[in-house]
């Protein structure tokens, strides 16, 4: 019996327009009217959740949002820190360092916001800057991040390939003690060592008691694979990537942007 799901934001809960459409809507509202609880678990930070709790009517007493792959845990109603995980400052220093001598774009997530060298026009956007809390770094001293709680370090690349080939350096400048996970099929996210969304979500589950045979969970990329190895019942959306699917025991008809949340909760609860 599920008594707890959680899915992957971009790619999955949202669509396109990064919003969540109607069907996966109305689908978390019936579960959680059953007493299901319905969480939601992100690579991004607390910052960049924007309105999507609220559009997905996640956000009550008592219920909690995974954030950076599991590096924190907020408190979904009052965005409080119930538990963090930081990356080390001289790992994220490292990242930076590399990323800046081969001209590549890169960030630094604290608890405040993110830090940034190389930002594309996307990035660079007012909207985006001022939705997403990024500032960006013109010197070489990151003195200032020494005292801070580190989330992650993540390097942006539209050439995945080319991220794929860079972990061995990224790895090395963090003594192998790392979680290197990918998403979007642009960001290569270094996280804390042991620090991924399956351990995060095994902490919450620990919380309400509940068996993690009984949790549903919802993803589509690479930094959602710990959690749905660790699931009683994964589903994988039609857009995910191969390897998602293959890990997954259950894969959507739909995308992201036709409510493939929406039917993986229609598919394992409501029916």
Same mark, same amino acid.
């Given at each position: 019996?599920?008594?707890?799901?959680?899915?992957?934001?971009?790619?999955?809960?949202?669509?396109?327009?990064?919003?969540?459409?109607?069907?996966?809507?109305?689908?978390?509202?019936?579960?959680?009217?059953?007493?299901?609880?319905?969480?939601?678990?992100?690579?991004?930070?607390?910052?960049?959740?924007?309105?999507?709790?609220?559009?997905?009517?996640?956000?009550?007493? *008592?219920?909690?949002?995974?954030?950076?792959? #599991?590096?924190?845990?907020?408190?979904? $109603?009052? !965005?409080? =820190?119930? @538990?963090?995980?930081?990356?080390?400052?001289?790992?994220?220093?490292?990242?930076?360092?590399?990323?800046?001598?081969?001209?590549?774009?890169?960030?630094?997530?604290?608890?405040?916001?993110?830090?940034?060298?190389?930002?594309?026009?996307?990035?660079?956007?007012?909207?985006?800057?001022? *939705?997403?809390?990024?500032?960006?770094?013109? #010197?070489?001293?990151?003195?200032?991040? $020494?005292? !801070?709680? =580190?989330? @992650?370090?993540?390097?942006?690349?539209?050439?995945?390939?080319?991220?794929?080939?860079?972990?061995?350096?990224?790895?090395?400048?963090?003594?192998?003690?790392?979680?290197?996970?990918?998403?979007?099929?642009?960001?290569?996210?270094?996280?804390?060592?042991?620090?991924?969304?399956?351990?995060?979500?095994?902490?919450?589950?620990?919380?309400?008691?509940?068996?993690?045979?009984?949790?549903?969970?919802?993803?589509?990329?690479?930094?959602?694979?710990?959690?749905?190895?660790?699931?009683?019942?994964?589903?994988?959306?039609?857009?995910?990537?191969?390897?998602?699917?293959?890990?997954?025991?259950?894969?959507?008809?739909?995308?992201?942007?036709?409510?493939?949340?929406?039917?993986?909760?229609?598919?394992?609860?409501?029916?």
């Amino acid at each position: 019996m599920i008594e707890l799901i959680t899915s992957d934001i971009d790619e999955t809960l949202v669509d396109d327009t990064k919003n969540v459409p109607v069907r996966n809507r109305e689908a978390i509202a019936r579960a959680q009217e059953m007493g299901i609880i319905v969480m939601l678990a992100t690579g991004r930070g607390p910052y960049e959740l924007r309105t999507i709790p609220d559009q997905a009517g996640v956000i009550h007493d *008592d219920r909690f949002i995974i954030c950076c792959n #599991g590096a924190i845990i907020l408190d979904a $109603k009052t !965005r409080e =820190i119930i @538990k963090s995980y930081p990356l080390e400052y001289d790992y994220a220093v490292n990242v930076f360092k590399y990323a800046k001598e081969n001209n590549l774009q890169a960030f630094i997530y604290t608890l405040e916001k993110k830090y940034a060298i190389n930002m594309d026009e996307f990035e660079k956007s007012a909207e985006y800057t001022n *939705d997403t809390n990024v500032k960006q770094i013109t #010197g070489n001293n990151l003195e200032f991040l $020494k005292d !801070r709680i =580190i989330l @992650k370090a993540l390097i942006k690349n539209t050439d995945l390939d080319f991220l794929h080939s860079i972990e061995p350096d990224i790895a090395e400048l963090c003594n192998y003690d790392v979680e290197i996970a990918y998403s979007s099929d642009m960001y290569m996210e270094i996280n804390a060592q042991g620090v991924d969304k399956g351990r995060a979500l095994t902490k919450v589950c620990q919380h309400y008691g509940i068996d993690m045979a009984n949790t549903l969970v919802i993803g589509d990329n690479y930094n959602d694979i710990a959690m749905l190895e660790v699931a009683g019942t994964s589903v994988a959306v039609a857009n995910a990537h191969l390897q998602v699917k293959e890990v997954a025991h259950h894969v959507t008809k739909a995308t992201n942007n036709e409510g493939a949340v929406g039917e993986a909760i229609e598919t394992f609860v409501l029916n």
